[in-house]
C-alpha cells in the first residue's frame, strides 16, 4: 500500500521561509509527475507547482520566483522551497504524484502553512 506523508509545515512570519517534503512509502512504482497543491480557508484547491520526470517545472503566477520545487525520482521525493512567504500563501499544503506504473494519482494528508502578517 501506497502513502504520500508530508512535513516541514508550520506557523512562520511574512518574509520568512519553510521547506516542505514529502515522500512516498511502498511501491509506487515509477512516477511520472509530482505535485503540490493547497487548499486555503473557504476557497478552491489550487495548484501551486509541478514537476515532471524530465525535470520540467511549472508554478501557479502567485507562487513564481519565490516558490521552488524538486523531484528525487529515486527517493520517491517532491519538495517545496518556500521563500519571501505572505499571508496569502497560508493553507493546508498536499502533494500527489502520478504513477505511470498503475495508472493513477496517490495523495498526502496535507501539512498546515500558516503565515502571520
Known amino acids: 500500500q501506497v502513502e504520500l506523508v508530508e512535513s516541514g509545515g508550520g506557523f512562520v512570519q511574512a518574509g520568512g521561509s519553510l521547506r516542505l517534503s514529502c515522500a512516498a512509502s511502498?511501491?509506487?512504482?515509477?512516477?511520472?509527475?509530482m505535485n503540490w497543491y493547497r487548499q486555503a480557508p473557504g476557497k478552491e484547491r489550487e495548484l501551486v507547482a509541478g514537476?515532471?520526470?524530465?525535470?520540467?517545472?511549472s508554478y501557479a503566477d502567485s507562487v513564481k520566483g519565490r516558490f521552488t520545487i524538486s523531484g528525487d525520482n529515486a527517493k520517491s521525493t517532491v519538495y517545496l522551497q518556500m521563500n519571501s512567504l505572505k499571508p496569502e500563501d497560508t493553507g493546508v499544503y498536499l502533494c500527489?504524484?502520478?504513477?505511470?506504473?498503475?495508472?493513477?494519482?496517490?495523495w498526502g494528508q496535507g501539512t498546515q502553512v500558516t503565515v502571520s502578517s
Open positions: 511502498g511501491s509506487i512504482g515509477i512516477i511520472h509527475t
Open positions: 500527489n504524484m502520478y504513477s505511470v506504473t498503475y495508472g493513477r494519482y496517490y
Open positions: 514537476v515532471r520526470s524530465s525535470g520540467d517545472t
